[in-house]
């Protein structure tokens, strides 16, 4: 099909794709995130976040269900680059003090790729009519900015002192 007859609900289709992959990856990466840090708090974040993005992809396959398609994910490149970084910096910071914070920040970087894609499928899904997957896209939005204020707060009282 040539691009001339993608409509938005196509290119809808291929963003719900690729945040599927994504947060795939996510709950491969996280659990390996955990392990790592030396933050007790940071460590307690990143595995309620594993717990979250199950439910995240359980809701990203209620969306599929509701435009009639299968769950199926589409190689994300971003996301691989940002899955990468993360293993280059628990590999180039092991028993580093700047460990956690190079976690933490990789996995807000995470947590913005993730907000910038949901909050472009609430918006357009909202356009297509879809109320009920904007909702369910819309629940997971909020998870994913509440996540990002929590490891905000870890970084400003404690990750990047310690790091310091």
Partial sequence: MSGQNKT??????????????????????????????NSDQLRAAFE?????TKGQVDRLKQVFKLIE?????????????????????MEDFEDSPALDAGLLSGAQAVEH???????????????????EAAKLLQQTLDEEKKTDALLSKLAASAVNQQAA
């Fill in 48 to 52: 309620k976040h594993v717990e979250e």
């Fill in 8 to 37: 938005l609900e196509d290119l809808f289709h291929e963003n719900l794709k690729d945040i599927y992959y994504a947060e795939r990856k996510i709950l491969v990466a996280l659990p390996k995130m955990a392990k790592a840090v």
């Fill in 69 to 89: 398609q299968s769950p199926k994910g589409k190689t994300c490149p971003a996301i691989l680059g940002l899955v990468e970084e993360g293993e280059e910096v």
């Fill in 113 to 131: 790729y993730e907000m910038a894609r949901y909050g472009t499928l609430v918006a357009w899904a909202e356009q297509l009519g879809m109320k």
